[in-house]
């Protein structure tokens, strides 16, 4: 297997090969300047064709380097074709994490617009500026469990339903709404008012046992033949979308 390789052209005796020039050290020792990390494998390839794979990308981009230094064209062919279909693979999923990107809608729309989607919808509401009393000393951290809720069941089911960011400034602080079948199917709010104190102040809540319960019950009125909604021209779209 070392005929043609660099190896061969190093050591090679035949007025007909292609030799090329070494350095060598004082006792006469070749000297390669490359790193040995995987000359072990390089050896074992010339002595029987095989080799077995590194596990991690950057051992075979490293192999890699290395078989087309020492003109092994099928172990580099090999690992380039791992290393393609590795690509590929990450391109898909961006890919699909391009067609998932939640709308975030900014202009009210009537209610009766998200009754006339075919597909089932969960549309969270939430504007911290719409409070006009202090909240409560937890209601920043509710809120935050609530975004981070909605972010997690949309990358978990957007197959399945489809989840609109709502921040059209509606006067909900906080609150989820369900839609399935041409009807809402429910609503939590997560917004309360409280007299902790002398001042009225707004509590925030994070219901979310009931979120889980109703989000499951939005999806009975899932249907694969469905098309998605067209927010283009109404909601910009949220890019930080999870996947």
């Not at 390789?5 to 007909?16: E, Q, V, Y």
């Not at 290395?66 to 999923?93: G, I, S």
């Not at 001042?199 to 249907?223: D, G, M, S, V, W």
Request: hydrophobic share 30%; charged share 25%.
């Amino acid at each position: 297997h070392a005929q043609g390789t660099m190896l061969a052209r190093m050591f090679c005796t035949s007025s007909n090969s292609r030799k090329v020039d070494v350095l060598c050290d004082d006792e006469g020792y070749v000297l390669i300047d490359r790193d040995g990390k995987h000359f072990g494998t390089i050896l074992n390839y010339l002595r029987d064709g095989t080799f077995r794979l590194p596990t991690n990308k950057q051992d075979i981009q490293e192999l890699l380097k290395e078989a087309q230094f020492y003109l092994l064209e099928d172990m580099a062919k090999q690992c380039q074709d791992v290393l393609d279909r590795e690509c590929n693979e990450n391109r898909d999923q961006v890919m699909d994490y391009i067609k998932f990107r939640i709308p975030v809608v900014t202009t009210p729309l009537p209610e009766k617009f998200f009754l006339s989607i075919k597909m089932p919808v969960v549309r969270f509401s939430y504007n911290r500026h719409n409070n006009k009393y202090s909240y409560t000393e937890k209601s920043d951290n509710t809120l935050l469990c609530n975004i981070e809720l909605f972010d997690k069941l949309s990358s978990q089911h957007h197959n399945r339903l489809y989840f609109v960011r709502d921040l059209s400034g509606r006067n909900e602080i906080c609150c989820w709404t369900f839609y399935g079948g041409g009807k809402k199917l429910s609503e939590i709010s997560c917004t309360s008012i409280v007299y902790a104190t002398e001042r009225k102040q707004t509590k925030i809540e994070f219901p979310e046992a009931k979120i889980l319960e109703e989000t499951l019950n939005c999806t009975l009125y899932h249907n694969n033949e469905v098309e998605l909604p067209d927010f283009s021209s109404l909601s910009t779209y949220d890019d930080s979308a999870p996947v």
